[in-house]
């Protein structure tokens, strides 16, 4: 198994540019979840999904965020337009629903200047 | 919604010394505890978990514990190596499919 795998890696993008943020979950994984760590704020959640459908959406932080699963094997966030301020690492994790433990992927390392 | 306190923020122990971090919950509803070890530019990684019907956990050089009542639970790890070292987090949630709630994280320090 893959793991969950997030792209890109690295993303250096110019305020006001459209950022998408893509993750694969793990093969039989039915929920899915989207983090973002800074120094100051630590590793908050930003929205879920269990079999593709948005459950808690409260934790992103404005309409500039949008997130969609069209299918179960594929996620993606979109932050349009870009800030600065939204600067960080993007990590999408997955999990068998009931199992608790959750696999994170890499992570995508968002740079918005 | 539920809230996680994580402590202490930084921690700096001794090779072949224990290390205890501790975290509070909010929400009595809480009944999975996982633990996470996230190093310098890498994803956390899951190392151990606990559900609420359990008081203790182990898995070689790593337990936790957990105290319903006092709502707390709390990672050790004895006989430090120099790997140990990195950013552990706990977290809690309500099982189910529900989102973990983080706490701020331990960066653990091992003094060769």
């Known amino acids: 198994d893959a793991g969950v795998i997030q792209s890109p890696r690295h993303e250096v993008t110019e305020m006001g540019q459209e950022v998408t943020l893509r993750c694969k979950p793990i093969?039989?994984?039915?929920?899915l979840f989207w983090y973002r760590q800074t120094m100051m704020r630590g590793l908050e959640l930003l929205i879920y999904f269990n079999n593709n459908v948005p459950i808690d959406d409260s934790g992103m932080p404005e309409d500039r965020f949008s997130a969609k699963m069209p299918n179960a094997s594929f996620s993606t966030l979109k932050i349009q337009p870009s800030e600065p301020r939204d600067s960080a690492v993007y990590f999408c994790?997955?999990?068998?629903?009931?199992?608790?433990?959750?696999?994170f992927g890499s992570g995508t390392r968002l740079t918005v200047v | 919604g539920e809230n996680v306190e994580q402590h202490p923020s930084t921690l700096s122990v001794q090779e072949g010394d224990s290390a205890v971090i501790k975290c509070t919950y909010s929400d009595s509803a809480s009944n999975y505890f996982p633990w996470y070890k996230q190093e310098l530019g890498k994803r956390p990684q899951l190392i151990i978990d606990?559900?609420?019907?359990?008081g203790e956990k182990k898995d070689q050089r790593i337990a936790v514990t957990l105290n319903k009542t006092a709502k707390h639970f709390s990672l050790h790890i004895t006989e430090t190596q120099p790997e140990d070292s990195a950013v552990y987090f706990c977290a809690a949630s309500t099982g189910g499919a529900d989102g973990l709630t983080f706490g701020k994280g331990t960066h653990l320090i091992i003094q060769p």
């Open positions: 093969s039989g994984h039915n929920s």
């Open positions: 606990i559900r609420s019907n359990v």
């Open positions: 994790a997955s999990s068998r629903q009931g199992s608790g433990g959750y696999t």
